[in-house]
């Protein structure tokens, strides 16, 4: 089956750093996500992205994040100054289109952790 | 607004037994999905079933089924004859489809389930 893949598994940063997460998106999908998972607590929708636009965005999804598909097969989340509250695992999705009945794939995820 | 509510944090049960997790949601769309995923401890979200809210009949993936209740709101899971590899957090979803740009899935809290040898 198919993956959705995201570099790195485990991301270090300062309070205060910029911070890039990158994932590679199933090749012939078109919607892509971005969801949080802060240890402990449920999964939390952060973004979804579409024909090179944000489509819906949280209210997590302040001034600090942002996202962009910079090359036509990368989608990145980037934290312009990172915080201890964002330590999270991070989780790209995809999926080919958004037919309500159309599978959402995840990747692994990265952990990212703010010090 | 979107709610899913899983009251049951953590569950276990032996081996080859039959297990219920638990989910009721809410929402105001006319039309909707639902979703159990599954989080091994590799923290991967794996799709275990899904059931579109117009459709009366259970959905049902092998062991997996799911006992589907409208009107109650109640989206319950069964795990047949369980394995110890079903060992994982669950986490019940709903993601409405009346609107465009309603894409985003809202998660429960989680059932973390335990399957003994």
């Known amino acids: 089956e198919p993956e959705v893949t995201q570099t790195p598994s485990h991301q270090v940063t300062q309070m205060g750093q910029e911070v890039i997460l990158r994932c590679v998106p199933i090749s012939n999908h078109l919607y892509f996500y971005w969801y949080r998972q802060i240890l402990g607590q449920k999964v939390e929708f952060l973004v979804s992205?579409?024909?090179?636009?944000?489509?819906?965005k949280s209210e997590i999804f302040d001034d600090q994040f942002s996202v962009e598909r910079p090359d036509g097969s990368n989608f990145t989340l980037k934290i312009r100054s990172t915080k201890l509250e964002d330590s999270a695992m991070y989780f790209c999705?995809?999926?080919?289109?958004?037919?309500?009945?159309?599978?959402?794939?995840f990747g692994s995820g990265t952990q990212l952790s703010v010090l | 607004a979107q709610t899913v509510t899983q009251s049951q944090p953590e569950m276990s049960v032996q081996e080859a037994e039959t297990v219920t997790l638990s989910c009721t949601y809410d929402t105001s769309e006319s039309n909707y999905y639902l979703f159990w995923y599954k989080q091994p401890p590799s923290r991967q979200m794996i799709l275990v079933i899904r059931q579109e809210a117009y459709k009366q009949q259970n959905a049902t993936e092998n062991r997996f089924s799911v006992n589907f209740q409208k009107a109650a709101k109640s989206f319950s899971l069964k795990i047949s004859d369980s394995q110890l590899g079903d060992t994982a957090m669950y986490f019940c979803?709903?993601?409405?489809?009346?609107?465009?740009?309603?894409?985003?899935?809202?998660f429960g809290t989680g059932t973390r389930l335990t399957i003994i040898p």
């Open positions: 979803a709903q993601r409405g489809v009346s609107n465009f740009g309603n894409e985003k899935l809202t």
């Open positions: 999705a995809s999926r080919i289109d958004r037919a309500p009945n159309e599978k959402l794939f």
């Open positions: 992205f579409y024909n090179n636009e944000i489509s819906e």
